[in-house]
């Protein structure tokens, strides 16, 4: 879905098929791949839902409410990015399922260059706190742009250590949500010269439940995940399982065992995690990595489907759509994706 | 060479060779192979220098002296054990080259238990004692016994936390050798429940290079060893090569990379030791291990050698005997030993 960049009327209909309630990033990539194109997909979804039993025909989201996302995403001065567009980062693109699209506000260039992110606990020691923003300002110099959730604690230390070198917000609620209000001015710095990214519209407040969505693309932008400090089933726990999920590097800080803010990164080291004490242990992984390749880049031409397979396909776009609860095992089964994938759209 | 008690006649000839200047546990070990007893060898120790080309005749230490030496443990209230002995430590017997005898001051039967060491720094944090000692504490209720060093710090505190459950000082001096002073209450405890051990005779003021022979015996006596805080470039290090080298697991306590006494550890997790943050995860491995079998009781037979036989062994006799600074590579292919094994002995 690389290298074609989207006409204004094709801007249109891909922000509404990526919006309309149900389409996860797991159906949005079927579609695309289906249809080649939002326009065709979002002519498709009625008779698709039907022919799979669904009642009723799906609420699209509207043409002028799409509309009005792009008017307020300029007027902040962002950009709208498709998962089908040149500017669309490569390593995201690599995933099963990428987030339709991207808000960006500021140098989206930076998502081109190598990326790692550092992130962590909002409730951080001191010292996790100099770990991480020393972390971020060696690999800045070794070339890497950080990237992180912008959360007070490690986040908000990891993006002050690489504020000159080039860093990367990734936020749950829209570009134009700034949370905590004491990371106001790392908000502005990194609005100038840095980059802050979301797949969710301008004006968005986040629920708890939006955190992992974010999360799956701190990770989906980076070679690689340093966690700093971690309790136990903490977020960034999920970040790292996510990042190994998506065939990502992951790297944790051991602390002592007394101290609970280390029991997550110490276990991530018992699973497998490269121990990190220093911004060399790395880099000694990192630049082995030739980096992500892009995709291939599929055929824009839809698929010539006789009756037989446009049945079935319905039947996985209408369970993909479905408002019944759905196990993730049946997703990713109808879907054909790893439950991975399908997880980490869909929680 | 398990399971034969040495007469009183056989103790001292033992403690004569074991004794005899430039008698490593790698020769004492091969010559007992050969001859079958500590009197046979004492016997053909001149002939075989000669054969080997060696000026002069091996000073030997004298009848008297090891008389001495039995006179003087045994006032103390210490058993001097010979490798041969049923009551050496099977874990020991199982080396290359063993200890040709310890001196063991105490309860000796508790080295015939499962054993687990605790080592690390001197100028450890109070966290770090805390934590061996709390390690301590559980392994020895999982009806492990600890083996430490008696260094004040890391092992202090391991005995302390076993005192109860059951302890063994492996000392670098004589069972007499009380240090630092700070320890004597340690000192005496484990002398009354505990047991004190070392392969040199009471009296003996160790020296520096004393230390790494020691800490094989410490690695050599347990199924594992734990380091809990450890600088780059510190003795525990070398305990936990020594048991890497000997097929014993090796664990490490991770801590902050801010603290140097945790440089050690951690760089001993990014080398393949187990993450340990309690005691279940040193139990998780020993538990799951039979324990370490006794290796093949050899025969007390000489082996009948001809000509050529024996002139091949007089030479490895007079290149493990000779004084000559010689490499230990030499002297691993010369013994036939691994380097390892060599190593530990001659360090």
Redesign the interface.
Known sequence: MRGVALTDAERINWLRLARTEAVGPVTFAHLIAQFGSADRALEALPDLARRGGRDGTPKIFGGAEAEAELVAGSRLGARMIGSGEPDFPRLLSALDAPPPLLWALGDAGLMARRTVSIVGTRECSA?GQ??ARALAGALGEAGYVVVSGMARGIDAAAHWGAIDSGTIAVLAGGVDNVWPPQNASLYERIGQSGCIVSSRPPGFEPRAKDFPRRNAIISGLSLGVVIVEAEMRSGSLITARLAADQGREVFA???????PR??GT?DL??QGAT????AD?VLRVLNAQPGVAAPDVPTFEPAELDEEGLAGLSGVIASLLSAAPTSFDDLARLSGAPTSAVLACLT
Chains 1, 2 share one sequence.
């Open positions: 010292a100099r770990i800080v051991p602390g002592s065992p007394l101290d280390s029991r110490n080291i018992r121990l990190v004490e220093d242990d």
